[in-house]
Each structure stands twice: as structure tokens, then as C-alpha cells.
């Protein structure tokens, strides 16, 4: 009877150490984000703004257009060079506009960054926050 509890108890870890390896954890390179929060509110729906950080480069949609630039990390601290994007105009969703530009002004004023929990939050030199979550 109590070689059977061990061999259950040594399955049940055993399967539990296998998901835990298959669900990594979301890191700031590597990782699509999706926003989830610009100044407090929920984005608009039907503008997926996303964010890729890659080999010191960025990019993602802003609800219309592309954009792209650099950016540096030192231990929790992120730094934005420089943001460049496409130039096309968009009407629908309504407001979508005022949206990028407003996210494009918050992230080009990053001063720190925390991912936990596949969310990703930065904070901006003006004290605001964008929240991302990975996108699965």
C-alpha cells in the first residue's frame, strides 16, 4: 500500500514539473504583448496595439499603424530610443488615432518595466502606466 502512495505521489510531481516546464514564463524579449491598459483604461476594441522586443530592437501595431525603434535595458530600467512608424489613417475604430499617438508618446517616456505573471507593466517618467499581457 505504501509503495503504491509513493509511485502516485512521484507521478503526480512528475506531471506537474512537465507543465510547469511547458508553460514558460513570458520574458520582455521574445515575448508578443498585447495592451490591456493605456492610462487606466482598456484600449479600443478593433485596435490590437502589440509590442515586440527583440535584439535591442522594438516594434508592434499600434491600432493603425506599425512602428518600430530601440531600446535598452539596465536590470529594471528601460529606455526608448527614438520611435519611428508608418503614416496611414485610420477612422475606424473611432478615436483610434488619438489612441496611438497617446501610446506612442506614453512609450517613448519608459523608465521602468516589470514582467510577472505573463504581464508586463511599464511605467513612464510621468508616473503612468501601460499593462500588456502575453500573448498566448
Not at 506537474?16 to 492610462?39: Q, S, Y
Not at 508592434?60 to 528601460?78: H, M, P
Not at 511605467?123 to 499593462?131: P, R
Request: charged share 20%; with cysteine.
Amino acid at each position: 500500500m505504501r509503495t503504491r502512495f509513493v509511485l502516485v505521489a512521484l507521478m503526480l510531481a512528475g506531471l506537474a514539473l512537465l507543465a510547469a516546464a511547458c508553460r514558460a514564463p513570458a520574458k520582455l524579449e521574445g515575448t508578443a504583448w498585447v495592451l490591456r491598459e493605456l492610462d487606466g483604461s482598456a484600449p479600443l476594441e478593433g485596435a490590437a496595439v502589440t509590442l515586440v522586443f527583440e535584439a535591442e530592437q522594438l516594434g508592434g501595431s499600434a491600432g493603425c499603424n506599425r512602428f518600430f525603434g530601440s531600446y535598452e535595458v539596465d536590470g529594471k530600467t528601460l529606455t526608448i530610443g527614438a520611435l519611428g512608424s508608418t503614416k496611414m489613417a485610420c477612422h475606424d475604430p473611432e478615436g483610434v488615432m488619438n489612441q496611438e499617438q497617446r501610446y506612442l508618446e506614453l512609450l517613448g517616456t519608459a523608465e521602468r518595466y516589470e514582467v510577472r505573471d505573463g504581464e508586463l507593466r511599464i511605467t513612464t517618467s510621468g508616473g503612468a502606466t501601460l499593462v500588456f499581457a502575453a500573448q498566448e
